[in-house]
């Protein structure tokens, strides 16, 4: 089962900043935070992750909560092509096959408001 | 990052019938992933495919009906077999380099 709980699906106005939460309240100290998004029938793309500090790059920011059970992903402006399904995932990386599935969740649609 | 490419991109298939979905990654990585997206589901991992091994299947998926081949460290197969409706899903490879899985762009599949 995944987990992480995120809103099923979320509003945003074209340009304006989408902020999206997740909840990994059992978040073990050697997992990382994974943010994925699926755009319409398309394979899932790589946004962002990051282990305890907050991460930036050219696509968004990712903040993660002092004490680890929570995350926000933060797309600055977003555009009507960033509609889509968002899904944060907890994960351990490492080298071997078990401990670096990816378990998805239902993750939250992203609808952006022309 | 790592751009993957699969073969076919959409096929239509009668029952009883197999398919072999082919994914090809342009550099070479020792772990590969198979998903399976059923229609409005997400994503569910059928098996990981590391060269030089035995593939690792995910509960609720048998090598007999998802074999898998992963002759080198860019290339590997996934064969649906014996095709029923129920397998009529979007097939999905990834690899996993430098901490992070990219996904190729999926095998649509419909089951007639």
């Known amino acids: 089962d995944a987990k992480t709980t995120q809103p099923p699906s979320m509003d945003c106005a074209e340009g304006r900043a989408a902020n999206l939460p997740c909840n990994h309240s059992t978040i073990s100290g050697n997992e990382y935070v994974y943010w994925y998004r699926q755009i319409h029938s398309q394979g899932p793309q790589y946004i962002i992750h990051?282990?305890?500090n907050n991460e930036t790059n050219e696509m968004a920011s990712l903040i993660i909560t002092e004490d680890r059970k929570s995350s926000t992903l933060i797309l600055p402006h977003a555009t009507l092509r960033d509609t889509a399904v968002y899904y944060c995932?907890?994960?351990?990386?490492?080298?071997?096959?078990?401990?670096?599935?990816?378990?998805f969740g239902t993750g939250t649609l992203l609808a952006v408001q022309p | 990052s790592a751009v993957i490419s699969q073969k076919p991109s959409r096929d239509i298939c009668q029952r009883g019938t197999s398919l072999t979905i082919q994914c090809q990654v342009d550099?070479?990585?020792?772990?590969m992933f198979w998903y399976r997206q059923q229609p409005g589901q997400s994503l569910t991992l059928i098996a990981t495919?590391?060269?030089?091994?035995?593939?690792?299947?995910e509960s609720g998926f048998v090598i007999d009906k998802f074999p898998i081949s992963r002759p080198n460290l860019t290339f590997s197969t996934l064969t649906v077999s014996n095709l029923s409706p129920e397998d009529s899903s979007i097939y999905l490879c990834?690899?996993?380099?430098?901490?992070?899985?990219?996904f190729g762009p999926g095998t649509r599949l419909l089951v007639l």
């Open positions: 990834s690899v996993e380099t430098l901490e992070t899985q990219y």
């Open positions: 990051g282990l305890k």
């Open positions: 495919a590391n060269q030089g091994s035995e593939a690792t299947y």
């Open positions: 995932i907890v994960r351990v990386v490492g080298y071997g096959g078990a401990t670096n599935k990816l378990i």
């Open positions: 550099s070479q990585v020792t772990m």
